[in-house]
């Protein structure tokens, strides 16, 4: 009996584990919450080879409020929403 305990101890303490987040999830990963300073900003040449360089390595899409997106989920890519006036309204990672 007290094995069918100890199994359902442990099955219990793995669905537990699956749900805990870690704190490099969303905006950490690719560096979005330290790019909010740029939010409502114009995405000129200048502001958007700021963006980049302060991404470093990690690759950036551009893209307008409508755009086709590929379903390719990576958590390093900086993603950069423009709105219709071409001002910048988001940064996420994906």
């Not at 099955?11 to 919450?33: E, F, H, N």
């Not at 963006?51 to 990576?74: C, K, Q, W």
Request: hydrophobic share 40%; glycine share 10%.
């Amino acid at each position: 009996m007290t094995h069918w305990k100890l199994l359902a101890v442990l099955a219990l303490a793995g669905g537990l584990a699956a749900c805990r987040t870690s704190k490099s999830d969303g905006a950490y990963t690719c560096g979005a919450k330290q790019m909010d300073i740029f939010v409502n900003g114009l995405s000129a040449t200048e502001v958007r080879m700021n963006i980049a360089n302060r991404a470093g390595n990690r690759p950036v899409r551009f893209y307008s409020e409508g755009d086709p997106l590929t379903m390719d989920h990576n958590p390093q890519r900086l993603n950069v929403e423009l709105g219709k006036d071409m001002r910048i309204k988001r940064f996420w990672c994906g």
